[in-house]
């Protein structure tokens, strides 16, 4: 035999060294150390959510030392929080999310409708639903489709604004009690400078609610009018976040809000004050469900029984979260008794007469009533502004009486007249349930907002050239 390698031996020995360098760095990839480490099992929730990165912590904290998630094997939680405008595509696109968690009725009736809620119906989970009372505050805390429970709220909301006293001192304003405060010329006084924060209801479902609760409570024609004042008044945020961000460091004098936002400004921000205007708003009920796309459909819904139980309650009193629980008897555990400011707002809240509103009625025109308030109020904002504050200095001033006034704050607010293939068309709101489908899947939201956005800077420059501004 020959004392050097042949050609096919070296090749051999190459091939060799090669596969154990490929072997080597696949074990470095999984762990290292030589040997590939095993992954855990267990099973992974996925949970898509509007609530907050601090809730996120909490639950995960909380939860995952409960005997529940060992006996069902969940060794982790994994939150997504998309734009609520998304959250149908996002769930029929990743097709392997378990819970939705959060949002309000509204978005959970859209995911109903489409067809990707799944009922509740085994026993044990049925079981601590009926511990749920059915309504709050003449607000539903379950809905049904076929008989079928297919969510149930976890927590409750009430929609006000936030106030900053202080500021609201300092300013020279009234203190406001009523939505109509917020659209007052006395808010306007300062203009340019703003006095309310409210964020574009296509980057927050809570203030959405409140766009669609004074559309409702108001009526179509007379709420967009008040719309208008509020936002010519105000400044839009891109988020309900940063809209309470603008309340808290005195930026402006009031944000309108949910009520959780209003509680923790209370708690962190000495001087902010809640207000729930009496008869002009709504108690939600802020739902969890299961999803039809869930891999883990039981593991799923332990998670459910925990958070709607006593123990998975107490995460809404956390002085980091400051939300109503659903539950009132979580108020007699040591938690819930070292929190009676809470409890004042939840019996508050409870005995609020509240108006008559209309679930479907608002998700009939939500995605229309959504792009328009962006297009028409947030878009050309400083529009907007020059146009109410002339307005508004004139009738100040005693340069127009009140009947001339109130006819100039209709005109800039009313629903807008644009020409469409030869013939005039006005946003309705037979017109809004109409186009409602159509901006909902994308197809007509950027003709629309162009056309919304050259009707409303021409009305804001007639009123400007009329009042001789």
């Known amino acids: 035999m020959s004392r050097g390698l042949t050609k096919i031996q070296a090749i051999a020995i190459l091939a060799i060294i090669i596969v154990a360098g490929i072997g080597g760095y696949f074990m470095f990839l999984s762990g290292g150390g030589g040997e590939v480490s095993e992954q855990p099992e267990g099973v992974v929730l996925k949970i898509i959510t509007r609530h907050s990165s601090t809730i996120w912590s909490l639950t995960k904290e909380k939860f995952l030392q409960t005997d529940l998630a060992k006996e069902y094997n969940i060794v982790d939680l994994k939150f997504l929080g998309p734009n609520p405008v998304l959250w149908r595509q996002t769930i029929e696109s990743t097709g392997d999310i378990d819970v939705a968690w959060g949002g309000g009725p509204t978005l959970f009736d859209e995911l109903m409708k489409a067809g990707l809620l799944a009922p509740i119906t085994d026993e044990e989970t049925l079981s601590v639903v009926a511990e749920i009372p059915d309504e709050f505050g003449g607000a539903p805390l379950k809905r049904l489709s076929n008989g079928e429970i297919v969510w149930v709220a976890s927590a409750i909301s009430s929609f006000g604004f936030i106030v900053n006293e202080p500021v609201l001192e300092e300013w020279g304003l009234p203190y406001p009690e009523l939505w109509e405060d917020l659209a007052s010329p006395e808010f306007g006084q300062l203009l340019p400078k703003p006095t309310v924060a409210y964020s574009r209801p296509t980057q927050s479902t809570s203030h959405t609610r409140i766009y669609e609760i004074i559309l409702q409570k108001f009526g179509w024609e ?43 400004a209370e708690v962190q921000f000495p001087g902010n004050k809640y207000v729930l205007p009496f008869n002009e708003s709504i108690v939600n009920g802020d739902p969890i469900a299961l999803l039809k796309t869930s891999k883990h459909p039981d593991a799923a819904l332990a998670f459910i029984r925990w958070v709607l139980s006593v123990d998975g309650q107490k995460i809404w009193l956390d002085k980091k979260v ?148």
Do not use: C
């Not at 945020?237 to 944000?255: K, P």
């Not at 400051?322 to 809470?342: A, C, Q």
């Not at 200095?393 to 807008?416: D, I, N, Q, V």
């Not at 197809?443 to 009329?466: E, F, G, H, P, T």
């Open 222 to 264: 007379k709420g967009w009018a008040i719309l208008a004042r509020i936002a010519a008044n105000g400044r839009p945020y891109s988020g309900s976040v940063e809209a309470l961000s603008a309340v808290e460091s005195g930026e402006v004098a009031v944000s309108i809000g949910i009520d959780f936002y209003g509680y923790s």
């Open 322 to 469: 400051n939300r109503m629980p659903v539950r009132e008897d979580v108020f007699n555990t040591p938690e819930g008794k070292e929190r009676p400011d809470l409890y004042n707002n939840y019996i508050a809240t409870k005995n609020n007469i509240g108006i008559p509103f209309d679930d479907n009625l608002a998700l009939s025109y939500e995605y229309s009533m959504r792009y328009y308030f962006d297009a028409v109020f947030a878009d050309v904002h400083e529009d907007l502004v020059k146009a109410w504050s002339l307005i508004v200095s004139k009738y100040l001033k005693g340069e127009l009486t009140k009947e001339e006034f109130e006819y100039w704050a209709y005109e800039l607010g009313k629903p807008l007249t644009w020409e469409e293939n030869g013939k005039k068309v006005t946003f309705t709101l037979e017109f809004a349930q109409q186009i409602n489908d159509g901006l909902r899947s994308g197809d007509l939201v950027s003709k629309y907002q162009r056309i919304w956005r050259d009707a409303a800077v021409a009305r804001y420059n007639w009123i400007v050239q009329q009042l001789g501004g």
